[in-house]
């Protein structure tokens, strides 16, 4: 069974950073893909970055050079390092992972597990 829990998430000012973590347990083997994809009030989903079994990573054009997802596998756990952070930042942020998927970070947000989420909130 999977399970993914959000960790991290907080109010900064703009150009700070925050570092989001998702405990993942179920999630194993060679065809995971897990990510992260945000939505904030009245806007759609958007997928923020993927990763995949074999560490190989894809990011949104609106975030890329500012994000970075990794995985720590003895832990478990799924990190979203953000650094110079906007406003427009501002979001739930969602832990997702399915298996046997294409792990480009566009299709994280159509993932069949998610987590609960985190709120990001960034004041310019």
């Known amino acids: 069974q999977v399970q993914l829990v959000e960790s991290g998430g907080g109010s900064v000012q703009a150009g700070e950073s925050l570092r989001l973590s998702c405990t993942a347990s179920?999630?194993?083997?060679?065809?995971?893909?897990l990510g992260w994809f945000r939505q904030a009030p009245g806007k759609s989903r958007e997928g923020v970055a993927g990763?995949?079994?074999?560490?190989?990573?894809s990011y949104a054009e609106s975030v890329k050079g500012r994000v970075t997802i990794s995985e720590d596998n003895a832990k478990n756990t799924l990190y979203l390092q953000m650094n110079s952070l906007k406003p427009e930042d501002s979001a739930m942020y969602f832990c997702?992972?399915?298996?046997?998927?294409?792990?480009?970070?566009?299709?994280?947000?159509?993932?069949?597990?998610r987590g609960q989420g985190t709120q990001v909130t960034v004041s310019s």
């Open positions: 997702a992972a399915d298996f046997g998927v294409y792990c480009a970070s566009d299709y994280v947000k159509a993932y069949k597990y």
């Open positions: 179920g999630v194993t083997g060679s065809r995971y893909c």
């Open positions: 990763i995949d079994a074999y560490g190989v990573t």
